[in-house]
């Protein structure tokens, strides 16, 4: 797998439910971040998780990092049909060199 | 703030001509990245500045790419000549600190070279 690898590639549910998008990756990091684009815009930054931590939330956002797997986890409670979007892990090799994977695409059916 | 601004939001050109993207980051952020992206590749970085410096341009697909950054508050990203497998999206972004802060994107630019 690439540095910042994205699973599912695509995920549909149904607004209300769960969403979880997984992001697996190979080399050590600083930190380790979550994008989300709507369709035709630019990328939205919503959390950052460093090395050192093993989870954090953001309103219906959690996040976690389990570097011993090398892999982190975003998960959308109460997926709203707004969430739809594409969704980036990138992960923070050093200070200077971020690398974006190639995104889970998430469908919110009303 | 209003955030990073990218001109023009759409461009279409003919292959061979010159094209010209324009990018103002965010007040006071010390660092600007210009990505492309595409279906086939996904986003990929091409040049990243710290304080008005290029950084790291290994993105830079050829030399027929260029960019400048002369201040804190502008950079361009130029295409000469431009070629059909150039279309793409092209992204400006910026940050406080270095290339692993959180990054602010704008909207894009998107390229169509004909």
């Known amino acids: 797998s690439q540095q910042g690898e994205e699973d599912p590639q695509a995920l549909s549910i149904q607004e209300g439910e769960n969403a979880t998008m997984n992001c697996s990756y190979k080399t050590s990091i600083n930190n380790l971040q979550w994008y989300r684009q709507n369709s035709g815009r630019g990328l939205v930054h919503l959390i950052l998780?460093?090395?050192?931590?093993r989870e954090k939330h953001s309103g219906r956002l959690r996040v976690t990092l389990d570097t011993s797997k090398k892999s982190s986890s975003l998960l959308i409670t109460a997926s709203r049909a707004a969430d739809t979007a594409s969704y980036f892990c990138a992960t923070a090799l050093n200070t200077d060199k971020l690398i974006f994977g190639t995104g889970t695409r998430l469908q919110v059916f009303p | 703030d209003a955030g990073v601004i990218q001109s023009p939001r759409h461009e279409v050109t003919e292959m061979g001509q010159e094209v010209t993207l324009r990018c103002k980051p965010i007040s006071g952020h010390n660092s600007l990245f210009w990505y492309r992206q595409t279906m086939m590749r996904g986003l990929e970085l091409l040049i990243y500045?710290?304080?008005?410096?290029?950084?790291?341009d290994s993105g830079m697909p050829e030399d027929r790419f260029s960019a400048k950054m002369p201040n804190a508050s502008f950079s361009t990203l130029k295409i000469q000549p431009s070629e059909p497998r150039d279309s793409a999206v092209y992204f400006c972004?910026?940050?406080?600190?270095?290339?692993?802060?959180?990054?602010?994107f704008g909207p894009g630019t998107r390229l169509t070279v004909l």
């Open positions: 998780i460093r090395s050192n931590e």
């Open positions: 972004a910026s940050s406080r600190g270095g290339q692993a802060d959180t990054q602010y």
């Open positions: 500045f710290n304080n008005n410096v290029p950084i790291d």
